[in-house]
């Protein structure tokens, strides 16, 4: 899809239009469908196996295939659409909001052990975390150079080091990818 972008050529845009916009969803239902097939086949099976937590692979099971069912017939009998708003925003929005609670006391007690300034880079990363928190609060005279000084940290530094990274995965997953294609990796099978 890169390359596509600098050959404006027939061939390139034919790839672009009808390959490249047309297969990620049917890739994606594929996904779906596959992600769906695993979470019941696991969750099955530490229920007849009776393994720890076991009860909570049938609460997982119960809000897959209910909401799955509610939100289909509501989809064909409307009555049925309020129960999928309600199981929503009363049962999966609050789920949300929790897990997010508990990540940022996961996220302040990282912090609190990663910030502690031992050596120059660490503490050159306790003072840019610093700043870009500081952005979201009102500083009087200050809010806008620290608005400014945040942004530029967001915007070089760390959108060098996230470039970076994505293309280390993207190489990454070529490589396993051709891997697996060409035979070399057999790890998924269960061998070595």
Request: proline share 5%; aromatic share 16%; glycine share 8%.
């Amino acid at each position: 899809m890169v390359v596509q972008s600098f050959i404006p050529h027939e061939s390139s845009e034919f790839f672009y239009e009808f390959i490249a916009l047309d297969w990620p969803p049917i890739i994606g239902v594929f996904a779906l469908l596959l992600g769906v097939l695993s979470l019941t086949r696991v969750s099955i099976n530490k229920i007849r196996r009776k393994t720890e937590g076991w009860g909570y692979s049938i609460i997982t099971l119960v809000g897959l295939f209910g909401m799955s069912a509610i939100g289909l017939i509501g989809h064909y009998y409307p009555p049925f659409w309020t129960a999928f708003d309600w199981n929503f925003n009363y049962i999966m929005i609050p789920i949300s909001a929790t897990m997010f609670s508990l990540l940022a006391f996961f996220i302040a007690s990282a912090a609190y052990r990663a910030f502690r300034a031992r050596s120059a880079l660490a503490t050159i990363l306790l003072v840019a975390a610093i700043i870009v928190m500081l952005r979201f609060f009102p500083l009087g005279f200050f809010t806008e150079p620290v608005g400014w000084l945040s942004a530029e940290i967001l915007n070089v530094p760390n959108l060098a080091a996230k470039r970076a990274i994505l293309i280390g995965v993207g190489l990454g997953i070529v490589s396993t990818a051709l891997k697996v294609i060409l035979g070399i990796e057999r790890s998924y099978l269960g061998r070595d």
